[in-house]
Every structure is written in structure tokens, then in C-alpha cells.
């Protein structure tokens, strides 16, 4: 709405600073701050909101340290990542543009998800909240909405480069011509990129058109499915890593701060021509969506590291691994997801490994036997006799470096 409002200003009154607001850089960094502000200063009366209304976590003793202390703090903290991204993003963003649009629907899909789960939790004293079912349904009906919407809407698109020999030619005429006029023009298209990899663009449709040519026409059919399987996989790792003071909120920040580097590279031209990156035309705005839930993150922190003084419940996890899991798409960066997210995919890993070595244990020997002493993997380390904070900030540390060596991919390959 600023940006509506500072852009009629410029234009019709040349009002002195109204020009900022036509800079990605600087709406991205007041919607930072602004999201800081909105989830440090606001936050605290969310928090006694939910204390008054006996929000309190309902914890089970499963013999690890300092758990049993934890029963009766507020969850469903994930409001104040809700709404602490979401006011910046409205005020500063192009409400216009399709990628802020899929992404504010993403946040109050999951959003509504994990709330009605944590609501049935607290509020119908079912300790099981919504069932899975219906989590992954809804979790499929968001990867439906994203997949759809990416693959047919006019403003998804790239710009390639035009060949080599052609942009010779041209620069020879003009030695002076601007980069975008090396590029061809927008189009269409099912076209990822793969890390590591030289020639590291990879086009969905080819996992079909090997049998037949004509089947790309069912190309949206693929996309959609992984689309859906992203989602649904990246939700439930943020879901999972959300066990101990401080862990989801810091691994994503870091996660998300990393994704806006990407997105605002692929949707500069100037950058994507220099890293010879993928150009996604108008993909940049979402920069916007993403400081400004970084800076909702970190504000949460504020309240969440040890001792937390709130957790985020559903609400909130599902939420971020919704967000976390259409930025990727959305810049083309899916694959990099299982070096990006590590942290989420060791979480999963270690309870798909802890779940079936039991079930195959208990069929061959008769009694159930664990890899890890507790899942997901942060409980295993707290029975190990590691403290929270140190397992929090170690893990940071891993995601990190995980980050490091995801940016790294832009020149590597």
C-alpha cells in the first residue's frame, strides 16, 4: 500500500523521498525492520494474550532434561511470524505480482492448517490435534494452487540468453548494448536448475517427451506432482525440527535469508547475465516477502531462544516450510533443497530410519530395536546428555555452511 501511495506521490507531487519506495533495495530493508519491530514489540503482548487464554504446551515426559519445566508455556507463537511478515509485505510489496500473491496464500493456507491443529490440541484437549490425513490434504491442495499457478500463469516465465555466436554479433554492432538486450524474449517454461552440474538446467517435460514427443502437453501434470511433493516433504521436515528452543526459527532465518539471495539474483538481469544464472523475470519482488520474514524469524527468536518464553506450535513450522518450499520453486532452486534444508531432510531421515529399522526389528527378532536413542535427530543428541542450546546453536552453525555451499552453486558447477 506504501508503494502504491509514494508512487502516486512521486508521480503526481515529485514528493521529496517518495522515489525510495521505487527501489527493491531499500522496501526490502524497511520491511525488515519493520517485521523486527512488529514481532519484538507486539510479539510480547501475543504472548500474555495466549498466557491468558491458557495456551500452554501440554508436554510428555520423555525422560529428557529440562522438558517437564517447559509444560505450560504459550505455543502457537507461529501468529507472530504470521502476521509480523505479512503487514511489511502488504504495505511494501507490489500486491500485483504473482509471486507475492502465491506466497501470501501459502502463508494463511498453511498457516490455517497448523492453526486448526494447534486449536484442537489446546482447546478440545486432543493430544493427536488434526490428523495426519488431513494435513497431507492440505498440504496437497497447496502443491495443486502453487503448481497450477506456476506452470499457467502468463507473468511465470524466463529469459533465456541468446546464443553465443548471436550475442557476438550483436555486441560487435554495440559495443555498448545493455545486457537485456542479450537476452531473447520471455516464454514459458518447465526448465530448473540442477547444483553442481556444468550444463545445470533441467526441463521437467524431458521426463516424459523421451516416450513421445506429443506428451509434452502433460508436462503440468509432472510439475504439479513435484510441486506437491516438495511442499509436503519440506513442510513436514520444518515441522519436525521444531523440538527444541530456538532450532526451526534460526535454521530457517538462515535458510530464507539464503533463498533471497538467489531470488534477487535470478530476477536481476544485470546478475544473472554476470553468474550466467537463470533469468526470472519479476521473480525480484519477492525479495520483499522474504526480509520481511526473516526479520519476523529472528524477531520471534527474541522470545523462543532458551529458556523460550513461547514456541510456535504448527502454526508456525508448517507455515515456514510452506514458505520455504514455494521460494525454492518459485526462483527455480528446488533441487538445492536437500543441501539447503539439510537440517530438515537429517530430521526426516532420522525418523523414516528410526520408524522402519523398528517395525523391521520387531518382524524379524521379535522386539523393536532404534538406531538413534530418540527422533527425530535433535532428541538424540538431548539423550546423549548434550544441552539444547548447544545442540540449537551447533546445528546453526551446520546450516550455515550448508548455505555457504548452496550459494557457491551459483559459480561451481
Known amino acids: 500500500m506504501l508503494y502504491y501511495l509514494f508512487e502516486y506521490l512521486e508521480k503526481q507531487f515529485q514528493f521529496p523521498g517518495a522515489s525510495l519506495f521505487g527501489f527493491l533495495t531499500f522496501r526490502a530493508a524497511v520491511a525488515m525492520i519493520l517485521s523486527l519491530l512488529i514481532s519484538t514489540i507486539f510479539g510480547k503482548r501475543i504472548i500474555r494474550y495466549l498466557q491468558a487464554k491458557q495456551v500452554g504446551e501440554t508436554i510428555r515426559d520423555l525422560g529428557l532434561e529440562g522438558q517437564v519445566e517447559k509444560a505450560g508455556t504459550p505455543t502457537m507463537g507461529g501468529i507472530i511470524i504470521i502476521l509480523a511478515t ?115 538446467e533441467f526441463d521437467y517435460s524431458d521426463l516424459i517427451t523421451w516416450i513421445s514427443p506429443e506428451l509434452e502437453k502433460y508436462a503440468w501434470i509432472i510439475f504439479i506432482l513435484v510441486s506437491i511433493f516438495i511442499i509436503t516433504a519440506v513442510s513436514n521436515g520444518a515441522n519436525l525440527t521444531d523440538g527444541i528452543d530456538g532450532l526451526a526459527a534460526g535454521s530457517s532465518a538462515i535458510i530464507v535469508l539464503t533463498l533471497g539471495i538467489f531470488a534477487w539474483v535470478s530476477g536481476n538481469i544485470i546478475f544473472s547475465k554476470y553468474l550466467d544464472i537463470m533469468y526470472i523475470p519479476r521473480v525480484e519482488e519477492i525479495t520483499i516477502y522474504i526480509t520481511a520474514f526473516v526479520g519476523a524469524l529472528i524477531g520471534f527468536l527474541w522470545y523462543n531462544t532458551y529458556p523460550a518464553q513461547v514456541f510456535m506450535g504448527d502454526t508456525g513450522s508448517l507455515t515456514i516450510g510452506g514458505i520455504i518450499a514455494v521460494i525454492a520453486i518459485a526462483v527455480r532452486k528446488e533441487w538445492l533443497i536437500p543441501v539447503l534444508c539439510g537440517i530438515f531432510l537429517a530430521e526426516n531421515l ?64
Open 350 to 413: 532420522s525418523v523414516v530410519m528410526q520408524v522402519s529399522y523398528f517395525k523391521y526389528t520387531r518382524k524379524k527378532f521379535g522386539e523393536g530395536r532404534r538406531i538413534f536413542k530418540m527422533s527425530p535427530l535433535h532428541h538424540h543428541y538431548q539423550k546423549s546428555g548434550y544441552h539444547e542450546s548447544k545442540i540449537v546453536t551447533r546445528f546453526w552453525i551446520i546450516g550455515i555452511l550448508l548455505a555457504i555451499i548452496s550459494i557457491v552453486t551459483l559459480k561451481i558447477r
Open 86 to 200: 505479512l503487514i511489511p509485505v502488504v504495505l511494501l510489496a507490489k500486491l500485483e505480482n504473482v509471486y507475492v500473491i502465491l506466497l501470501i496464500v501459502t502463508t494463511l493456507w498453511m498457516g490455517a492448517i497448523g492453526f486448526i491443529d494447534d486449536y484442537i490440541k489446546k482447546f478440545k484437549n486432543d493430544k493427536e490435534g488434526l490428523k495426519g490425513k488431513f494435513k497431507v490434504l492440505g498440504q496437497i491442495g497447496l502443491g495443486i494452487i502453487v503448481g497450477v499457478t506456476l506452470f499457467f500463469h502468463n507473468d511465470v516465465t524466463i529469459k533465456e540468453e541468446l546464443p553465443i555466436q548471436e550475442q557476438r554479433t550483436l555486441l560487435a554492432e554495440n559495443p555498448d548494448l545493455p545486457p537485456a538486450k542479450l537476452f531473447d524474449v520471455e516464454e514459458k517454461s518447465t526448465k530448473t536448475t540442477i547444483p553442481f552440474v556444468k550444463n545445470n
